[in-house]
């Protein structure tokens, strides 16, 4: 049973562009929560998404992040025109149900790095 | 400001001997508090959990104390052995249920053979 799958691992982007970053949950797990780890920093609550349904982003930035859980597919976490601090490791986390962190698999991350 | 520390990036203990992981938090408001640990390409997997309505929680090698009027969580491992090391997180919530857990910087164990 795969875990919780994420790419690219890393990511280089110049300022500017656009980064996309993947998460297929576990089999069986229709819930998807997007983590971010800013350098020195703990991991924070970005967005919780069910199946084609964002839940909670009140972790979220305002502005250039967005995502999204299609029917079909992976998660996609997309960041508009990347700024150096947007450089950080994003984890993505699933669950079978709407659960508490301790209940989540986390994937592995994508290290994300804007020169 | 970050309302959960934890002051030692790292730490370096004898395989066999404990390994002390120290953690602090400043609001008064977190009544639960996880630790998890993260190897390297791997995601963060969860160890153990603590409330408030205990100071101590064991389970196996590992045991988690919580001082409540210090506002100081730490993390013990008996015996240590190679395959703990790792990167610990603390974490804390005033509830869990959600996904408001505040992280702290996680502090990078190595045991040594």
């Known amino acids: 049973n795969a875990g919780v799958m994420q790419n690219p691992r890393h990511l280089v982007r110049r300022r500017g562009q656009e980064a996309r970053l993947r998460c297929s949950p576990m089999k069986g797990h229709s819930h998807v929560y997007w983590y971010r780890q800013l350098p020195e920093e703990g991991l924070k609550f970005m967005v919780y998404l069910q199946k084609e349904n964002i839940i909670d982003e009140s972790g979220m930035p305002k502005e250039r992040f967005s995502a999204e859980f299609p029917k079909e597919g992976p998660s996609i976490l997309r960041i508009q025109q990347v700024v150096r601090g947007d450089s950080a490791a994003y984890f993505c986390a699933s669950s079978p149900r709407r659960t508490a962190t301790y209940e989540q698999y986390f994937g592995p991350g994508t290290r994300l790095t804007v020169t | 400001d970050q309302q959960v520390k934890q002051n030692s990036p790292s730490l370096s203990v004898q395989e066999g001997r404990i390994s002390i992981l120290n953690c602090d938090y400043t609001?008064?408001?977190?009544?639960?508090f996880l630790w998890y640990k993260k190897y390297p390409a791997e995601g963060p997997t969860f160890l153990i959990s603590i409330s408030s309505i205990k100071d101590k929680n064991e389970d196996g090698r590992f045991t988690v104390f919580l001082n409540k009027s210090a506002k100081h969580l730490s993390l013990h491992i008996v015996p240590s052995q190679p395959g703990d090391s790792a990167v610990y997180f603390c974490a804390a919530s005033g509830d869990n249920y959600g996904q408001n857990f505040v992280f702290g910087p996680g502090t990078r164990l190595s045991v040594l053979p």
């Open positions: 609001n008064s408001m977190f009544d639960y």
